[in-house]
């Protein structure tokens, strides 16, 4: 019985020679594959918690500046997030917050270059509509109204439509195009949500446009069809 048991086991263990034999070095790669995976993806999680803390520790020392005031420094700060933290959202609201200051500060060149930056680096659509929107204001407000157009025929996310064309609304009217100003506002006035704040200014332009918004989009009735002009 114990002769008949080792034969056994030596058939076993042969079976397992020949089996490791063949495939052994294809485990051993793809043990080495997956643990290696595995390593590298806690390599990588690291290297993110860790290149957030010190965009987050530099996005600090921008905010801190601005509030003291401090263009020189803020600009020398953004400038170092940028080439060291560049894709991080601290980056990001880092560019629009400097961009603020050098509006605030009347340096409009400084301003539209951060805004590009962020409108075209972003990796975020919110941090970009956000930029792109502000960056037409700065063009407005110089008159450039044609580059101001462009930034928003862009891609905006949906939640941004009524702001977009409340902004463009505002260029054609400072150009003169009434008729393509109240399509505009009309349509900011209807995306807009009743308690919006921000409603109640587009009432505003439109009432200078002549358009009474309370009869926007109105139910067509027999009366009103009946009323209207041939």
Same mark, same amino acid.
């Given at each position: 019985?114990?002769?008949?048991?080792?034969?056994?086991?030596?058939?076993?263990?042969?079976?397992?020679?020949?089996?490791?034999?063949?495939?052994?070095?294809?485990?051993?790669?793809?043990?080495?594959?997956?643990?290696?995976?595995?390593?590298?993806?806690?390599?990588?999680?690291?290297?993110?918690?860790?290149?957030?803390?010190?965009?987050?520790?530099?996005?600090?020392?921008?905010?801190?500046?601005?509030?003291?005031?401090?263009?020189?420094?803020?600009?020398?700060?953004?400038?170092?997030?940028?080439?060291?933290?560049?894709?991080?959202?601290?980056?990001?609201?880092?560019?629009?917050?400097?961009?603020?200051?050098?509006? &605030?500060?009347?340096?409009?060149?400084?301003?539209?270059?951060?805004?590009?930056?962020?409108?075209?680096?972003?990796? &975020?659509?919110?941090?970009?509509?956000?930029?792109?929107?502000?960056?037409?204001?700065?063009?407005?407000?110089?008159?450039?109204?044609?580059?101001?157009?462009?930034?928003?025929?862009?891609?905006?996310?949906?939640?941004?439509?009524?702001?977009?064309? &409340?902004?463009?609304? &505002?260029?054609?009217?400072?150009?003169?195009?009434?008729?393509?100003?109240?399509?505009?506002?009309?349509?900011?006035?209807?995306?807009?949500?009743?308690?919006?704040?921000?409603?109640?200014?587009?009432?505003?332009?439109?009432?200078?446009?002549?358009?009474?918004?309370?009869?926007?989009?109105?139910?067509?009735?027999?009366?009103?069809?009946?009323?209207?002009?041939?």
């Amino acid at each position: 019985m114990a002769k008949q048991l080792d034969l056994e086991e030596q058939e076993q263990l042969a079976e397992i020679k020949h089996f490791w034999n063949e495939y052994g070095n294809l485990i051993t790669w793809a043990m080495i594959v997956v643990f290696g995976s595995i390593a590298a993806w806690n390599g990588w999680q690291y290297w993110q918690r860790t290149q957030a803390a010190q965009a987050a520790a530099m996005y600090d020392e921008v905010e801190r500046a601005a509030q003291a005031g401090d263009s020189a420094r803020v600009e020398r700060a953004f400038s170092d997030m940028k080439d060291k933290f560049g894709r991080t959202t601290y980056a990001q609201q880092a560019g629009l917050l400097t961009a603020a200051m050098m509006e &605030d500060k009347g340096n409009t060149e400084a301003a539209k270059t951060t805004l590009g930056w962020v409108a075209e680096k972003a990796s &975020d659509e919110g941090y970009q509509a956000v930029a792109r929107l502000r960056l037409a204001s700065v063009l407005m407000e110089a008159k450039a109204y044609d580059e101001a157009l462009k930034q928003l025929a862009a891609d905006f996310p949906r939640e941004f439509a009524p702001m977009v064309a &409340d902004r463009r609304g &505002d260029i054609y009217n400072l150009q003169g195009k009434k008729a393509e100003a109240r399509t505009e506002y009309e349509k900011a006035y209807k995306g807009l949500d009743e308690r919006a704040e921000y409603r109640r200014l587009v009432e505003v332009k439109l009432s200078a446009l002549g358009v009474d918004p309370k009869q926007l989009g109105a139910p067509v009735t027999p009366a009103t069809v009946a009323g209207a002009k041939p």
